[in-house]
């Protein structure tokens, strides 16, 4: 059973930065890409970051140049340092691990284990 665990998530006002933290376990070889992803009320779960095991790196638009994606120890944990946070990225921030050989992807149908997400408040 493959289980993926977030944390680090809280409350920040406007342009502060937040660490979060991915941990799974049940899954021996990191071999598809992960990913973050923000699921924000009437809006869905959207594609924040992606990652592919030998380190390349894709971000939503909308966070380009705040955001970074990281690993250790084979993407366990894997990170998203998210920095000058902005109201309308509150939302509950998961982690993923898609199932499909498909480079550095950001949509969710590509991804099929999940954490259970950590809330982000940004307030201004």
């Known amino acids: 059973v493959v289980q993926l665990v977030e944390s680090g998530g809280g409350s920040v006002q406007a342009g502060g930065s937040l660490r979060l933290s991915c941990k799974f376990s049940?899954?021996?070889?990191?071999?598809?890409?992960m990913g973050w992803f923000r699921q924000s009320p009437g809006k869905g779960r959207e594609g924040v970051a992606s990652?592919?095991?030998?380190?390349?790196?894709r971000y939503a638009d909308s966070v380009k140049g705040r955001f970074t994606v990281s690993k250790d120890n084979n993407a366990n944990p894997l990170y998203l340092q998210m920095n000058s946070l902005k109201t309308e990225e509150t939302g509950m921030y998961f982690c993923?691990?898609?199932?499909?050989?498909?480079?550095?992807?950001?949509?969710?149908?590509?991804?099929?284990?999940w954490g259970q997400g950590t809330q982000v408040t940004v307030s201004s």
């Open positions: 993923a691990i898609a199932t499909r050989l498909v480079p550095l992807p950001l949509e969710s149908s590509r991804f099929g284990y």
């Open positions: 049940g899954y021996r070889y990191w071999l598809y890409p």
């Open positions: 990652i592919a095991n030998n380190g390349d790196t």
